[in-house]
C-alpha cells in the first residue's frame, strides 16, 4: 500500500538561505539521476537519488517513491530519453528531454526538480507531442545547449522576469521591443520567426480572441544566459501551465523554446501543476 493518502498535500518548504546552497552540487545530483535512470535505464538510480518523501505535482501521478518506482518501472525500459538541456538555479534543476519509443512521435519534456540535502525531493513537469517543424524551419529540441556565460544569470532572470511580467500579464505589448529582440529565433511549434510574430500571437490572441493569457509568473529559474519561466495561464478558457525557456544576449530575448499542457486537477493530492 503507498503511504500517500488520496488528497495529501506536500509539506511547506523550508527557507534555506542561499549561501547555503550548493548549485553546481545540486545540478551535479540531478544530471547523474537523469541519466542514469533514463539514459542508462538502471532502475537503482531511483534509491541512490530519490528521497523517500517524493512530492509529486504531476496530476496523474501520486506523491512518494513507490508510486514513481512503479511508474518509472513501466515506462522507462521502453523509451530512449535524450537529456538536451540542464540548468541549475539554487535547490531547482531544469531538464529538457527528448522522449521516443512511447508514441509514434516524439514527446518533448519540460521537468523541473527541486534538491535538498543531495536527495530529489520535489517534481514539477509538462510534456507536449513534437510532429515536425514549426513555419520556421525549427523543431522544439534544436538549438544551443551549453552555458557560455555563467555571469549574466541575475541580468537573464531579469529581463524575462519583466518580459512576462509587464508584456505578458499586465498585457504591456507596447514595451515588448524593449525586452525582444526584432530577429526573435522560435523553436515554439506553429510559431515563425521575429517579434511581429510574438506581437500576432500574444497582442492579437490575447486582446482579440482571448486564445493565450497568461495569469501569474509562479517561477523562474536562470542561469547564464538561459532562463525557464512557469507560468500560470489560459488557452482558449481553459487553465494550462505555460512552460517558456528563453536564451538571453545584450540584455534581449533572442531566443525562444515554448511548451503548453492543460493543467488538471489531481485525483490524487492537492499539490499544484506549477
Same mark, same amino acid.
Given at each position: 500500500?503507498?503511504k ?6 506536500a509539506?511547506?518548504r $523550508? ?22 535512470? $533514463? ?6 538510480a531511483?534509491? *541512490?537519488?530519490?528521497?523517500? !518523501? !517524493? ?24 523509451a530512449?530519453?535524450?537529456?538536451? *538541456? ?26 523541473? !526538480? ?12 509538462a ?5 515536425g517543424?514549426n ?9 544551443? @545547449? ?15 522576469? @519583466?518580459?512576462?511580467? *509587464?508584456?505578458?500579464i499586465?498585457?504591456q505589448?507596447?514595451l ?7 530577429? $526573435? ?12 510574430e ?10 482579440f @480572441? ?11 529559474i ?5 532562463? $525557464?519561466?512557469c507560468?500560470?495561464g ?11 525557456l528563453?536564451?538571453?544576449a ?9 511548451l503548453?499542457?492543460q ?12
Amino acid at each position: 500500500m503507498l503511504k500517500s493518502p488520496s488528497h495529501d498535500r506536500a509539506p511547506a518548504r $523550508l527557507s534555506t538561505s542561499p549561501a547555503a546552497i550548493d548549485t553546481a552540487g545540486n545540478k551535479a545530483i540531478a544530471y547523474r539521476a537523469q541519466k542514469e535512470l $533514463l539514459v542508462d535505464k538502471d532502475m537503482h538510480a531511483l534509491d *541512490r537519488y530519490w528521497g523517500d !518523501y !517524493y512530492i509529486q505535482h504531476n496530476p496523474a501521478l501520486r506523491n512518494g517513491l513507490p508510486e514513481l518506482k512503479i511508474f518509472k518501472n513501466a515506462n522507462v525500459p521502453a523509451a530512449t530519453t535524450e537529456l538536451l *538541456r540542464c540548468f541549475a538555479d539554487r535547490d531547482l534543476v531544469f531538464f529538457q528531454e527528448r522522449v521516443s519509443g512511447l508514441m509514434p512521435f516524439s514527446l518533448c519534456f519540460f521537468d523541473v !526538480y527541486r534538491i535538498e540535502e543531495g536527495k530529489i525531493v520535489e517534481h514539477w513537469d509538462a510534456h507536449q507531442e513534437s510532429h515536425g517543424p514549426n513555419p520556421a524551419g525549427r523543431t522544439i529540441f534544436d538549438g544551443p @545547449t551549453d552555458i557560455h556565460y555563467p555571469d549574466q544569470t541575475e541580468a537573464t532572470r531579469a529581463v524575462v522576469t @519583466t518580459l512576462i511580467s *509587464r508584456v505578458f500579464i499586465l498585457d504591456q505589448m507596447d514595451l515588448a521591443d524593449r525586452y525582444v529582440a526584432r530577429e $526573435l529565433i522560435q523553436h515554439t511549434p506553429g510559431a515563425q520567426d521575429g517579434l511581429a510574430e510574438l506581437y500576432r500571437r500574444f497582442l492579437e490572441a490575447q486582446w482579440f @480572441t482571448g486564445a493565450i493569457r497568461y495569469i501569474a509568473l509562479r517561477r523562474v529559474i536562470a542561469e547564464g544566459e538561459f532562463a $525557464l519561466t512557469c507560468s500560470q495561464g489560459e488557452i482558449g478558457g481553459v487553465p494550462h501551465v505555460l512552460y517558456d525557456l528563453w536564451r538571453v544576449a545584450d540584455s534581449m530575448v533572442v531566443e525562444h523554446w515554448g511548451l503548453s499542457q492543460q493543467a488538471k486537477p489531481s485525483p490524487y493530492h492537492r499539490n499544484p501543476m506549477i
